[in-house]
């Protein structure tokens, strides 16, 4: 019973930690960025004094509001596909092309990850122009998209693993 409750306040963190990352974070920088970009045009085409801050923060709250989101909706599977192939297959080779897919896109996640952690440490002697903020604040979440989409493609692996095991054991 303790085992199971400790698994239960596991997941729940793990899905509180997911929820932040996926969800609150990429809101709160489209919330920055949509503001800005108004702000901006204002600033441009009404008070005809453009903002020169403006064009960084947004171009960085996109990158982050669009690779963090993408997370989320790798998680609850809601990319768009083309499964008509997919769909006419019986079930068990549904999950073989699941699990071929899921493998090829951990294995890229996998062999991506440190070069990734290098660049990335190599843009932090970079600087944007106006702000001057260190490059690598600006891309980090292509590291945290590495590491999620990989989670999750291992996440789904597991699953397929498991409902396989299942199915086996229910031949026998």
């Known amino acids: 019973m303790l085992h199971c409750l400790k698994r ?3 997941k729940k963190t793990y899905t509180i930690i997911l929820d932040i990352i996926e969800l609150y974070l990429p809101a709160v920088t489209f919330t920055v960025m949509f503001t800005v970009f108004i702000l ?3 600033f441009r085409y009404v008070l005809n004094a453009p903002l ?3 064009y960084e923060v947004t ?3 996109f990158i982050w509001t669009t690779l963090l989101a993408a997370c989320y909706i790798r998680r609850i599977k809601g990319h768009i596909n083309f499964n008509m192939f997919y769909l006419s297959r019986k ?3 549904q999950t073989a092309f699941r699990f071929i897919s899921n493998g090829l896109i951990l294995f890229v996640c996998v062999i ?5 952690i290098d660049y990335i440490d190599f843009l932090k002697m970079d600087k944007s122009p106006v702000l001057r903020l260190p490059m690598n604040i600006g891309f980090f979440p292509i590291l945290v998209f590495l590491t999620l989409i990989g989670l999750h493609s291992l996440e789904d692996i597991m699953r397929d693993i498991k409902l396989i095991t299942e199915k086996r054991g229910a031949k026998r």
């Open 59 to 61: 171009v960085l709250c």
């Open 52 to 54: 020169m801050w403006a």
């Open 8 to 10: 239960d306040n596991v």
């Open 112 to 116: 991506g990850y440190l070069p990734t």
């Open 91 to 93: 079930p068990g080779t």
């Open 40 to 42: 901006q045009i204002v």
